[in-house]
């Protein structure tokens, strides 16, 4: 395993539409297993693989349940809406909320590719939304409603005085 350059805002990677994985070899397995370690190193709680300068459909999440590796992911059912704030391993120390479903439904393969279906709500499916449009080319900035970094900032500061 290695850990891997995380691309920042302004890499036009960034900004590329995905592959979906083909065949499920040796590489997309040790793209998986660098991804991880790149996620947990950068203290983040998910990472698609354009973020490391893949342009291929593969992310990894962990939002303190275990870690998920998916694969060609899909979403495919959503239901509500919920407004939070969201931070991005390619944008440090910037926050900014975002309108994402309350509730979804995503399709994917595993690193044994078996097909898996995960029904998520909360932090899980605001993490995989924001993933999955990292495959689409498409960063939660695109989607922003307020930029909160400032008050977030302030809010600390006061709790620590």
């Given amino acids: 395993m290695a850990t ?14 995905s592959r979906p994985v083909k065949e499920i070899d ?4 040790q793209l998986l297993d660098d991804m991880a370690e790149t ?24 939002v303190g349940e275990g870690l998920l590796e ?4 899909e979403i495919v059912e959503t239901s509500g809406s919920k407004i939070g704030a969201e931070g991005c391993l ?12 309350e509730n979804v439904k995503v399709r994917a393969l595993d690193r044994r590719n078996r097909q898996i279906e995960i029904n998520a709500n909360g932090l899980l499916a605001v993490a995989l939304c924001h993933e999955i449009d990292h495959l689409d ?6 989607k922003m409603i307020e930029d909160v970094t400032d008050k977030e ?5 006061e709790k620590t005085k």
């Fill in 153 to 157: 900032t302030e809010q600390k500061e």
């Fill in 90 to 101: 390619s944008i440090p120390g910037r926050r900014c909320t975002v309108e994402r479903p």
């Fill in 70 to 73: 998916l694969i060609n992911p």
């Fill in 4 to 17: 891997r350059k995380i691309l920042r805002e302004g890499d036009e990677t960034l900004r590329k539409i």
């Fill in 137 to 142: 080319g498409i960063l939660y900035i695109d």
């Fill in 26 to 29: 040796k590489h997309t397995k």
């Fill in 39 to 62: 996620m947990y190193a950068a203290e983040g709680v998910g990472l698609a693989a354009p973020q490391v300068g893949v342009l291929r459909r593969c992310v990894v999440i962990d």
